[in-house]
C-alpha cells in the first residue's frame, strides 16, 4: 500500500508569518546656548530652517536662554543631520558660535 499525503504522520504546517515594518528611529535636533550668538539670530535661525512662527522660535530661544539646551524639533536621521548642517553653516557664514546638535530620541 502506498501512502498519500494525508496518510502521513508527519503532517507539514504552513505557517503564515506576518512581517512588522519598524518605524526608522526618530532625533532630537537640540540648540545649544552660548554667550555671543544674538538672541534675534537664534529667532531667525529658528524661522527660516524650522519653519517656526516668531511667537514659537521666541519661545525656543528663551527656552536655550535659560536652560542651556533646547530641543528645535524631532525628525528623521537623514532630516536632523541636514538641519543641523544648515543651522552650523548658517551660524559660521555669521561668525557665531552657535551650536547645533542631534541625538536619538
Known amino acids: 500500500m502506498t501512502s498519500t499525503p494525508n496518510d502521513r504522520d508527519d503532517v507539514d504546517l504552513a505557517v503564515k508569518t506576518k512581517t512588522r515594518t519598524q518605524r ?8 545649544l546656548n552660548d554667550d555671543f550668538t ?19 522660535a521666541i519661545e525656543i530661544m528663551l527656552t536655550v536662554h535659560r536652560k542651556g539646551v ?3 524639533g524631532v525628525f528623521s536621521h537623514e532630516i536632523a ?10 551660524a559660521r557664514r ?7 546638535t542631534m541625538e536619538k530620541e
Open 24 to 31: 526608522p528611529p526618530l532625533y532630537k535636533v537640540l540648540l
Open 38 to 56: 544674538p538672541m534675534e539670530f537664534v529667532v531667525y535661525v529658528l524661522e527660516r530652517l524650522f519653519s517656526l512662527t516668531h511667537a514659537q
Open 70 to 72: 533646547a530641543v528645535v
Open 81 to 90: 543631520e541636514t538641519k543641523v548642517a544648515q543651522v552650523m553653516e548658517l
Open 94 to 100: 555669521q561668525q557665531h558660535p552657535l551650536q547645533c
